[in-house]
Every structure is written in C-alpha cells, then in structure tokens.
C-alpha cells in the first residue's frame, strides 16, 4: 500500500504501540489494516491532521479484535493483505464500510476492482492522491450516517398507515382519505400522545407561508374523525385538547 500524503495544517501526533493517540471523540476512529508501517504511518498522520483517530494491526485477525474493541466508523484494508490472508467482507461487520487500498504501483485491473466490489466492499481505492482518499471516505461516512428512514408502516392501536403505498385501515379495513385529511393523520401518527398545536399543524400540513384560518383544520379533523372513528362525537384516535390543540391518543 502507497499513498502520497500532501501536506495539510495541524498538529501531527505520535504514534504509540497500538497505533495513534487521541487526537478527537470517539466517533472519528478509523482502522488502518496493513503490514506496511511506513504507507499506514503517513496515512495515519495526515488522517488525524484531517480530524480522525486512527489505529493501526498488521492482520485481519487483529482487525476484527480492535473492531470489537473500538467500533471504528470505517476501514482501510490493504489489498495485498487481503489476498495473502484470504480476508472476506462477511468476516467484517456489515455495518462498517470497508475502502480496499490497492497499492498504486501495482496493476490495478478493472477485474480486481468489481471481484472486491462484488464481495461486498464499499471502494476500492487505486490512486496515489490522500486528498481524493479523503473525500471518498467523507462520502461514505455521510451516506452510513444518514439517519434510517421513518418506517413505511405506522400503526397506533387498530390504526395503521403506509405511506408507501399511500393507505390507511382502520382495525383492518381499508379507509379511503383525502391527500390532506392523510397528511394531518400521517402527522399525528409520527407523534402519538404528543399534543399539537393547531397552529404547528398547519404550519405542517400546508406550510408556514400559507394563510390559513384554524378553523379550516378544524374543519379537516371533523371530516378525518367521520372516517375513522366508530363514533366521532366520542373520538378515541384524535382527541381534542382544549385551548391547545389534538392529540392521537397512543393507547
């Protein structure tokens, strides 16, 4: 493994014998898995100049036990390694993403590159340049850190919604809502037991710059409470809360 490192503003920090000192939080940890100490070494060094902590093993085998021990973000796994070992991507926790170096002066083929790709490994990294390194490992933390998406199903008591297939039943049965009526249900379904404002309903069901009177929610939950309600003059889904707002009763 051979990267050039261009120099870049910062404090350079010591090695000690398991790799690298702290230098920020936890978060930022990156494993560095390569028996090349002068490659890792520079790496390593210009990586926490970039604000990561590193750490570096010579084996997969010492790999995997600093993973359990550290729980980096992600991993930079020499090539060379790789095959002398007989390394696999389902030894590695699949919640990590893993960036494969190919040492540069090295025949790189495009064969090489989709076999690692195919095995499951987020990148396979062939260029000498640490500044292009650097943006891909930014890109794929941000695409790994991105908060899970809300679940498509949302149910509270006999109610459920799926937004995906844009439907809503009612203890099974299939009730059919107008695109506002299911946007206030869909609202109150991500905040069940949460009381909301009728002003902080309309501010997100039509938006803050649209004028509109609060009277015409209530006019919308009327209607919404005719269709899902077994008797909407006792509600038991959306209660009001005087003075304040609605709220979807959570059990």
């Not at 083929?109 to 195919?118: H, K, N, W, Y």
Request: glycine letters at 6%.
């Amino acid at each position: 493994m051979s990267i050039t490192v261009e120099q870049s503003r910062g404090a350079i920090v010591d090695r000690d014998t398991g790799g690298f000192r702290h230098m920020t939080d936890r978060e930022n940890m990156l494993l560095l898995v390569s028996a090349d100490h002068a490659a890792t070494g520079l790496l390593g060094k210009w990586l926490e100049m970039n604000g990561y902590r590193t750490c570096v093993v010579t084996t997969i085998a010492s790999a995997l036990s600093e993973i359990r021990q550290r729980r980096p973000l992600l991993i930079l796994l020499d090539r060379q390694l790789l095959v002398t070992e007989g390394g696999r991507r389902d030894q590695f926790p699949s919640t990590v993403p893993i960036i494969v170096l190919q040492p540069f002066d090295k025949s790189c083929g495009q064969d090489e590159c989709l076999t690692e790709l195919e095995a499951g490994f987020d990148l396979v990294f062939c260029s000498p340049h640490s500044r292009e390194l650097l943006a891909h490992i930014r890109a794929i933390l941000r695409r790994h850190q991105m908060p899970a998406a809300a679940p498509s199903v949302l149910r509270v008591q006999g109610l459920a919604m799926d937004t995906a297939r844009h439907e809503v039943t009612v203890g099974g049965t299939l009730v059919e809502l107008t695109p506002k009526e299911f946007r206030i249900l869909h609202q109150f379904l991500l905040s069940p037991g949460v009381v909301l404002s009728r002003q902080e309903l309309l501010n997100r069901v039509w938006g803050e710059d649209y004028a509109l009177e609060e009277h015409a929610l209530d006019v919308h939950i009327h209607s919404l409470r005719q269709k899902i309600e077994s008797d909407p003059s006792k509600p038991r889904f959306v209660v009001t809360i005087r003075g304040i707002g609605y709220k979807l009763q959570a059990s």
